[in-house]
């Protein structure tokens, strides 16, 4: 299978900035999407890379580095509603499918 | 409102049983994906669909079936129903399938096998 790394917690306070870390296979790498759960809810998504650098979308930026096969969701000006789950999420070419780890489970306290 | 359904919401059935869960992807939209998501676990893929074809397989055993129709709704038949079964069933579409696509996640179908 595709390994992919990223925290299983993480918390943070309203107002803070948080990062939530992946890692990923190199092997027949396309792009890393990001997508945020609620509990009970269906997966939205949040951003996507293909390419290097840094890509913001409003409070949430996402920043790939494909030489370090690594990738990153920021999250600024946290909101009690961003407490939810995480999952970065490469496409790689030969598999033609999405593959989603196990998620970051982000609590943002008051 | 991601535009995608899925029926039945919830589904309660026996061991051994078989059922279906069905899914109408977004308007326009010609792929779908099912993923099976255990409870505090990550999303399974299950399987691709694309344009009435499958595209891809994931970790779908062999009690699990799918097809997508001519109007592209899709149907994941699950057989031989075992406890382990239980989870929520979500279906996703996207316009190509590519890489690049955005996927759009149905509301799911919590199976629970009891």
């Known amino acids: 299978g595709q390994s992919l790394e990223q925290p299983s917690e993480v918390t943070a306070v309203e107002g803070a900035i948080v990062q939530i870390n992946c890692t990923y296979q190199t092997s027949g790498f396309y792009g890393l999407s990001w997508y945020q759960q609620h509990d009970g809810g269906a997966p939205t998504f949040l951003s996507y890379n293909a390419l290097d650098g840094l890509e913001e979308t409003g409070r949430f930026s996402s920043f790939l580095s494909r030489s370090d096969s690594y990738g990153y969701l920021l999250l600024q000006e946290l909101q009690m509603k961003d407490s939810a789950s995480y999952f970065c999420a490469p496409w790689y070419t030969g598999r033609r499918a999405l593959t989603f780890g196990s998620g970051t489970r982000l609590q943002v306290q008051p | 409102d991601s535009g995608v359904t899925q029926t039945p919401k919830h589904l309660i059935t026996a061991t051994g049983q078989r059922v279906t869960l069905r899914c109408s992807p977004r308007?326009?939209?010609?792929?779908v994906y099912w993923y099976q998501q255990s409870l505090d676990q990550g999303l399974q893929f299950l399987i691709h669909?694309?344009?009435?074809?499958?595209?891809a397989k994931g970790n779908i055993l062999e009690r699990f079936s799918a097809q997508q129709f001519p109007d592209l709704h899709s149907e994941l038949n699950l057989s031989s129903l075992e406890l382990g079964d239980s989870a929520l069933y979500f279906c996703?579409?996207?316009?190509?399938?590519?890489?690049?696509?955005?996927?759009?996640f149905g509301p799911g179908t919590r199976l629970t096998v009891l």
């Open positions: 669909y694309y344009n009435g074809e499958e595209r």
């Open positions: 996703a579409s996207s316009l190509s399938g590519s890489g690049t696509d955005t996927q759009y």
């Open positions: 308007s326009g939209d010609l792929s």
